[in-house]
């Protein structure tokens, strides 16, 4: 569960109740009112004003399975944030630390069963036990979204559905109304949308996906980003270039990372139809 807009839904949260989800990073804001089952946490040095340092000082105090980019040990912009935590508080239960990115990703032979790491009820393995064990890659390469996408595989799961990886610059903020309110952000706005720098992020890295497209499916984890039938309008208009207000040269730049992923539509899945759409195909 991303920050961005693309599956937002009056519908999704009360969907998302009876699904496992794993929110991203900013999520972590609004845990106590809108609380999912983990969390991956990037970037804690960014947590600056302090009633939302506090705020997440709470939250790493919960006993709420969380992986942390760090918890202040080897990244020198994150020892500060930790440092102060520290000195009053304790990490609740089900606290784990990432481990430094690399370019190798694979598993160990001997967490497979029957040649997959997925299994049919990944909920045996959720315990501090075998929480403790999972190294989940830091950012690197892949954004947090691939954190958590890399957490939903150790964690054995056969489906991974992203939701809100926003990948066309959309008009609004940057993050989701829930998001938003929480943490301002900057506004995309129809003026200044030709702005490449609200999206220059690394989640879109074609070498990592690929290599992470290979790993999931020969383990047996299936990913498929989802968004609503209105992005996906959206999507499919500026990829064409029928949105005169945007640049050739953002619609050239966006429009691979539309097929990054097999894309379903949040209006099916909701109804029990996985189906991908026809002509989005993964392309890397």
């Excluded at 190294?135 to 890399?150: L, M």
């Excluded at 990948?167 to 030709?194: C, D, M, R």
């Excluded at 730049?253 to 097929?259: D, I, L, Y």
Aim: charged residues 25%; positive net charge.
């Amino acid at each position: 569960m991303g920050c961005g807009s693309s599956s937002m839904s009056p519908k999704l949260l009360d969907f998302l109740k009876d699904e496992y989800v794993i929110a991203v990073s900013q999520w972590a804001l609004l845990a106590d009112e809108v609380p999912f089952n983990f969390y991956y946490v990037n970037d804690n040095y960014r947590w600056r004003r302090s009633n939302i340092k506090n705020k997440m000082f709470d939250f790493f105090k919960t006993d709420i399975p969380k992986w942390s980019k760090t918890l202040g040990n080897d990244v020198k912009n994150e020892i500060p944030f930790f440092n102060k935590f520290k000195q009053n508080n304790n990490f609740g239960k089900h606290t784990y630390s990432s481990v430094p990115w690399s370019m190798s990703f694979d598993v160990n032979s001997e967490d497979l069963t029957n040649g997959k790491l997925a299994v049919d009820n990944p909920e045996q393995y959720f315990s501090d036990e075998y929480f403790k064990k999972i190294e989940v890659q830091r950012t690197g390469y892949g954004s947090v979204t691939r954190c958590a996408v890399d957490l939903a595989f150790r964690l054995r799961f056969k489906e991974c559905y992203i939701l809100n990886f926003d990948s066309i610059p959309l008009v609004g903020t940057a993050y989701n109304e829930h998001i938003s309110k929480a943490f301002k952000h900057q506004v995309v706005t129809e003026e200044n949308i030709n702005n490449k720098k609200y999206y220059l992020n690394c989640g879109f890295s074609k070498p990592t996906w690929r290599k992470r497209h290979s790993v999931y499916n020969k383990y047996g984890m299936q990913v498929k980003r989802v968004i609503t039938s209105n992005v996906n309008d959206y999507e499919t208009e500026f990829c064409l270039g029928n949105n005169k207000k945007i640049d050739e040269t953002m619609v050239k730049f966006f429009k691979p990372r539309r097929f990054f992923f097999e894309t379903c539509l949040f209006e099916n899945l909701i109804e029990g139809d996985f189906t991908p759409l026809s002509d989005v195909k993964i392309s890397l």
